[in-house]
């Protein structure tokens, strides 16, 4: 189940609120649990399974950690649990991917291709996982909680499937208790419906554009269509992803949990290194609390920094989907932030102009590696932004102009909606009557939006 | 605390929670849809019901009474059914399981006689016959047959042929406009365009005055040549075969009327790619041959003829070939050519 859909919205959100305001607050986790379990198998049906035995295998490993003492031992359940999690996300994700490549390494069919779905939200749920057990192992968390704290912190709907990737101290107070008043149910409310309009009025809308542009064939594309499809490219995952994860911070906002940010305006700064300090701020978090910083980081040389920094953006390039384009993606990161730091970093965080042009350049081609799996195409794509072109061009001015005439509206007001104005224009005006009418409108076209239309992907779904 | 203080506090919870009782009740109570949404009504709630203007098939019952009006003018003008007809190759002339209307049964059954002009070549529609299968929906049937371009003496053309004809259709012709080259004709397409509101919706800006026009106002007050037609993608989920088949007789009627001297091109639905088929139950091939088979029968082989321009951009199977297309539907731009090419290939040229 996606959040924007109408199933979604007028079934599974009223009947599930409804059953855990009604429920006395001791019993209010389980209902959470249960409710995320439903949730969860709609979508789901077969892999919930896997689900509810990773996070019950985890739960024995991390009882075993809180009790054993003795470092050599720690370690080894440590290590097992890693397997364990880490092992599984290979498994249905990545274990593909491998075969074919090992396969096109030995030049004969060595290993079969397994062809598993891959159980909707894997990448996430692992993630948090790991992070609960690598704190449990650290002793940043004394007493951990029980299992149905564990279960309800794990598949807590909200973040399920999508993210944001929550620290279990972060919830972990909340897990115990959490003050519900109506204005924080409200608050909940407002912010779910702004990301609901962010995801189906501006994500979605750009989206027609950018699968048009898919749908004339790189190969003929002029350069101006070309960058434009990046823009709105860019513009589509920065909203549906955003729109997503402010849904979740609704949702839980509406149950008491204060789940942590996720994108702070990432268009809006100045280099590559800022950007992703406020793009997937929970991602970054994770690769730098439990991969980065336990490698070493940056405090064992300047050549371990740069192989840390290498490991961590193949990985989270290569978290992002099962394919080469993917680890190029991140690998480009790398060599970018690389870049920025023993070079023009500083200059860009001091320059008034020019990091944002950089940062307004970069970022789309980037979007492009991440959209275009298929190498050969990729590669046409990108010549096709610096203006080569192999085939002739089919795209006319005609169009050109038609498609500026058509999406410029849209393309303004996601220009408009990334920058900070939005954010500081809510801040000065809630609580106010505005809002209210605002958020209302929005949540209504949405719907009619979700009602009339079927294009609906969320990107990050299959993850 | 009394109620309206806490409506207060949080306004938007209660209006939300307002309204979606209200539209659960609506929803419940009213029974208008489950017959015209044949989906889950867990999945769309009133909201398509509250805001579609009519039930679609409503629409059609606006065609019957206009088809019934316009016959009388438009025996003065058109060579009704009885005396110009296309012969289908079948002896046995199999039918649609009860989806053909009367007419197309009569054109199935009475033989071909010859047109007023001996000289005059007389186009012949002919159909390739294939097992059927089974279908169980409302909207087609397999009609165990497909429609051959109508075969005539036609010429081999370059582009200038284009200078008078005008294309009209849905998406792709929009495609058409934009990766065809052919900048010399008129284009009267739009995305979404259907055999329904094609001839009276305003899409279009008249050139002369600057102003809205319809597809049926720059027919009236113009001169063309010629007429290429292609809808259908967009109507395979609403009525049915027959439904289609009469609305499009209106608009060819129509065409015809206000454009006698003009070859109409009816040009058969591009098929949707094998995946899109597989998957789809509304937007599958079988559909589009269905279609395809009611709207070739149209053709009379003098003024109206059935182009088949699929030819080079499907498989041996019928299916728009995979790599031709990213989203199972349109082609990319590269390969417009390949229908223009048919297009220059199957041209009727008057002297």
């Known amino acids: 189940m996606v959040f924007s859909s109408l199933m979604f919205i007028f079934r599974f959100m009223p009947l599930f609120f409804l059953c855990y305001f009604?429920?006395?607050?001791?019993?209010?986790?389980?209902?959470?649990?249960?409710?995320?379990?439903?949730?969860?198998?709609?979508?789901e049906p077969v892999y919930i399974v896997l689900m509810l035995f990773t996070i019950f295998a985890n739960f024995l490993v991390c009882v075993h950690l809180a009790r054993e003492s003795r470092a050599r031992n720690r370690k080894s359940i440590l290590v097992f649990a890693m397997l364990l999690d880490f092992g599984m996300l290979f498994l249905f994700k990545y274990f593909d991917f491998f075969a074919q490549n090992m396969n096109l390494i030995l030049h004969k069919e060595a290993l079969p291709l397994l062809g598993l779905t891959l159980p909707l939200?894997?990448?996430?749920?692992?993630?948090?996982?790991?992070?609960?057990?690598?704190?449990?192992?650290?002793?940043?968390?004394?007493?951990?909680?029980?299992?149905?704290?564990?279960?309800?912190?794990?598949?807590?709907?909200?973040?399920?499937?999508?993210?944001p990737i929550v620290q279990y101290q972060e919830v972990s107070t909340e897990l115990a208790w959490r003050k519900i008043t109506l204005q924080e149910v409200e608050h909940g409310l407002e912010v779910f419906c702004f990301g609901l309009g962010a995801k189906v009025l501006l994500a979605n809308k750009v989206s027609i554009f950018w699968n048009q542009v898919q749908g004339i064939g790189y190969a003929n594309l002029s350069t101006p269509v070309a960058w434009m499809g990046a823009f709105a490219y860019s513009f589509q995952i920065y909203f549906d992803f955003w729109g997503y994860s402010l849904m979740a911070i609704g949702l839980g906002r509406?149950?008491?949990?204060?789940?942590?940010?996720?994108?702070?305006?990432?268009?809006?700064?100045?280099?590559?290194?800022?950007?992703?300090?406020?793009?997937?701020?929970?991602?970054?978090?994770?690769?730098?609390?439990?991969?980065?910083?336990?490698?070493?980081?940056n405090r064992k040389g300047r050549f371990r920094m740069m192989i840390h920094m290498f490991l961590v953006w193949s990985l989270t390039g290569l978290w992002h989907g099962a394919s080469w384009n993917f680890v190029l993606w991140g690998l480009g990161f790398f060599v970018l932030l690389v870049l920025e730091k023993f070079f023009y970093g500083r200059f860009l965080e001091r320059s008034k102009v020019i990091g944002h042009l950089y940062l307004w350049i970069v970022i789309p081609v980037t979007w492009v590696?991440?959209?275009?799996?298929?190498?050969?195409?990729?590669?046409?794509?990108?010549?096709?932004?610096?203006?080569?072109?192999?085939?002739?061009?089919?795209?006319?001015?005609?169009?050109?102009?038609?498609?500026?005439?058509?999406?410029?509206?849209?393309?303004?007001?996601?220009?408009?909606?990334?920058?900070?104005?939005?954010?500081?224009?809510?801040?000065?005006?809630?609580?106010?009557?505005?809002?209210?009418?605002?958020?209302?409108?929005?949540?209504?076209?949405?719907?009619?939006?979700?009602?009339?239309?079927?294009?609906?992907?969320?990107?990050?779904?299959?993850? | 605390m009394k109620l309206w203080k806490w409506f207060i506090k949080c306004p938007i919870l209660f209006l939300l929670l307002l309204s979606w009782f209200g539209l659960?009740?609506?929803?419940?109570?009213?029974?208008?849809?489950?017959?015209?949404?044949?989906?889950?009504?867990?999945?769309?709630?009133?909201?398509?019901?509250?805001?579609?203007?009519?039930e679609p098939d409503a629409v059609l019952n606006d065609l019957n009474e206009d088809l019934d009006n316009n016959s009388d003018d438009l025996n003065a003008t058109d060579k009704p059914h009885e005396t110009e007809e296309t012969v289908i190759a079948a002896a046995s002339a199999s039918q649609n399981a009860g989806k053909e209307t009367a007419d197309a049964k009569k054109q199935a059954d009475t033989s071909k006689k010859d047109s007023l002009n001996e000289k005059e070549e007389v186009g012949v529609t002919k159909f390739l016959e294939y097992k059927k299968k089974k279908t169980d929906s409302r909207y087609y049937a397999d009609p165990?047959?497909?429609a051959?371009?109508?075969?005539?003496?036609?010429q081999k053309v370059d582009e200038s042929y284009f200078d008078d004809a005008v294309f009209i259709g849905d998406s792709r012709t929009v495609g058409m406009q934009d990766y065809s080259g052919l900048s010399n004709a008129q284009f009267f397409a739009k995305t979404g365009m259907n055999v329904y509101d094609i001839l009276e919706d305003e899409f279009l800006t008249d050139p002369k005055t600057g102003k809205e026009a319809s597809v049926a106002h720059m027919l009236k007050t113009n001169k063309y040549g010629k007429i290429y037609f292609m809808v259908g993608i967009n109507e395979l989920g609403t009525g049915n075969t027959g439904t289609f088949q009469k609305a499009y007789e209106r608009v060819i009627k129509k065409f015809h009327k206000w454009q006698p001297d003009a070859v109409i091109y009816i040009q058969g639905i591009i098929p949707v790619s094998k995946k899109k088929a597989a998957e789809d139950e509304i937007f599958n091939n079988i559909n589009i041959n269905d279609k395809n088979v009611a709207i070739a029968q149209l053709a009379d082989g003098k003024d109206i003829f059935y182009l088949d321009v699929s030819e080079s951009l499907t498989d041996k199977s019928g299916h728009l070939k995979?790599?031709?297309?990213?989203?199972?539907?349109?082609?990319?731009?590269?390969?417009?050519k390949l229908w223009t090419d048919y297009l220059m290939k199957h041209a009727v040229v008057r002297k």
């Open chain 1, 121 to 163: 939200g894997i990448s996430f749920y692992t993630f948090q996982i790991v992070s609960y057990v690598c704190d449990v192992y650290r002793g940043k968390m004394k007493h951990p909680g029980s299992l149905l704290e564990f279960a309800t912190y794990v598949c807590m709907f909200p973040q399920l499937i999508a993210g």
């Open chain 1, 254 to 297: 509406m149950m008491g949990f204060h789940l942590p940010k996720n994108f702070d305006s990432p268009y809006m700064v100045k280099s590559v290194t800022q950007f992703w300090r406020n793009w997937h701020m929970t991602l970054g978090r994770f690769f730098r609390e439990y991969v980065y910083i336990p490698l070493g980081g």
């Open chain 2, 144 to 146: 165990g047959k497909k």
């Open chain 1, 369 to 463: 590696i991440f959209a275009v799996t298929d190498f050969s195409q990729l590669l046409i794509y990108l010549q096709q932004l610096a203006g080569i072109h192999r085939q002739p061009v089919l795209v006319s001015t005609d169009q050109l102009v038609r498609y500026v005439h058509e999406y410029g509206r849209l393309f303004l007001i996601c220009m408009f909606f990334s920058t900070r104005l939005p954010e500081k224009i809510y801040h000065r005006i809630r609580g106010g009557l505005v809002v209210v009418l605002l958020a209302l409108a929005v949540f209504w076209l949405s719907v009619y939006e979700l009602a009339n239309g079927a294009n609906n992907p969320f990107l990050y779904f299959r993850f």
């Open chain 2, 322 to 336: 995979a790599d031709y297309t990213s989203d199972e539907v349109h082609m990319y731009a590269q390969y417009y």
């Open chain 1, 22 to 43: 009604l429920t006395p607050k001791p019993f209010r986790n389980l209902v959470l649990f249960l409710g995320s379990i439903v949730f969860y198998a709609v979508g």
């Open chain 2, 148 to 154: 051959l371009t109508t075969e005539f003496s036609y």
């Open chain 2, 24 to 54: 659960t009740a609506f929803t419940w109570s009213e029974g208008r849809l489950p017959e015209k949404l044949d989906v889950n009504l867990i999945e769309h709630p009133v909201f398509t019901a509250l805001l579609e203007p009519k």
